[in-house]
């Protein structure tokens, strides 16, 4: 008889195919990444990212709501200034729109989900780097990690529950750790972007925050052809005290994800970047694709490569669905 094996026996009905698979995605492993941007009264739709918004702090009140009755696993914030500065100040200023919205969505829905804030500096320098730059225009890391620590701090202090370090500078978990126990903050954890790509998927990303960058960030981004240093980035955050390191962008980069996860005995977070959004949404609305299996797919893949926690801007959607079915 031939063929002997027969691995189709378990893909035959529906029911059999429930009952083997693998991998689950649930409401609670998506955080939703959000953007308020500082003056505006009314949210304006974002051309590049179809379906997201760049929020006045009134809709992304609402959008929180909203995004909690669906039961995702939290919020990511981001803020967008209304002016930007050489040293990003809006980004360490109690009142900087960042600040000023963590206090709100916090009084809104309160501990009912996770919010956890971008902390970066490139949303808020004039010149768009993640960082404060030197006399000779490169960005100063350990000039930058002082703000870091300053902006943990606030970000804490206006209702963070975890804090999000994306600026790939060295050191930056371990001062900002140290930052946070100094004032008190003992249990706001930080969510480490260890791997962290120069990639050309965070380009819609820089509509929503209407970023200054002219350059690149190739100089703390890593090269999309290393694992090593990803692995080397985890283990370092690890040892400065990261609660859960995350791998950036999330599709091209499962085989970092897969292996992050083999190592690191804190969860894992993976970002499905502004780039990979608006690709499934750009080919499902030309018709060349089948927009929610292709979603579910990619979801589901970054599950399987190893990741917890997944940052997806279509969280509330999926949240939705897989409550209704
Ligand atoms: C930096 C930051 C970026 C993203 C999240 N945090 C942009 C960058 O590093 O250039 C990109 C997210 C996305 O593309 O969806 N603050």
């Given at each position: ?56 702090r009134d809709s992304l009140r609402k959008a929180a709501v909203e995004a909690v009755q669906a039961g995702v696993g939290g919020l990511m914030l981001f803020g967008v200034p209304a002016q930007h500065d050489a ?37 808020f320098t004039d010149h768009g780097h993640c960082g404060v730059l030197d006399a000779h225009g490169n960005v100063d890391n350990d000039a930058t990690l002082e703000i870091y620590a300053e902006m943990a701090v606030a970000q804490a202090r206006a209702g963070a529950h975890v804090v999000g370090p994306s600026g790939m500078m060295d050191g930056q978990v371990g001062v ?150």
């Open positions: 008889m031939f063929p002997s094996h027969r691995p189709r026996r378990l893909r035959r009905t529906a029911a059999l195919r429930r009952m083997v698979s693998e991998t689950t995605i649930r409401p609670e492993h998506l955080i939703l990444p959000m953007f308020v941007k500082e003056g505006l009264t009314e949210p304006v739709a974002l051309t590049s990212m179809p379906g997201v918004f760049q929020h006045s040293v990003g100040s809006g980004g360490t200023d109690p009142e900087g729109i960042l600040n000023v919205a963590l206090r709100d969505v916090r009084s809104e829905v309160g501990d009912s989900t996770v919010i956890m804030s971008d902390l970066c500096l490139d949303e900002i750790r140290t930052a946070l126990d100094d004032a008190g903050y003992l249990d706001t954890a930080i969510l480490a972007y260890s791997a962290k790509y120069a990639s050309a998927f965070f380009g819609p990303f820089r509509d929503a925050v209407d970023s200054q960058l002219t350059g690149d960030r190739k100089a703390y981004q890593q090269d999309p052809g290393n694992i090593r240093e990803s692995l080397r980035e985890v283990q370092l955050d690890l040892a400065e005290g990261a609660d859960m390191v995350m791998v950036k962008p999330a599709l091209a980069y499962l085989d970092v994800i897969r292996a992050t996860a083999e190592i690191a005995d804190v969860p894992v977070a993976a970002y499905q970047v502004s780039g990979e959004y608006a690709m499934i949404e750009a080919a499902a609305a030309n018709g060349w694709i089948e927009r929610q299996r292709a979603i579910m797919e990619a979801l589901t893949s970054i599950r399987r490569a190893g990741a917890d926690i997944v940052l997806t801007y279509w969280a509330v959607e999926v949240a939705n669905w897989l409550r209704e079915s």
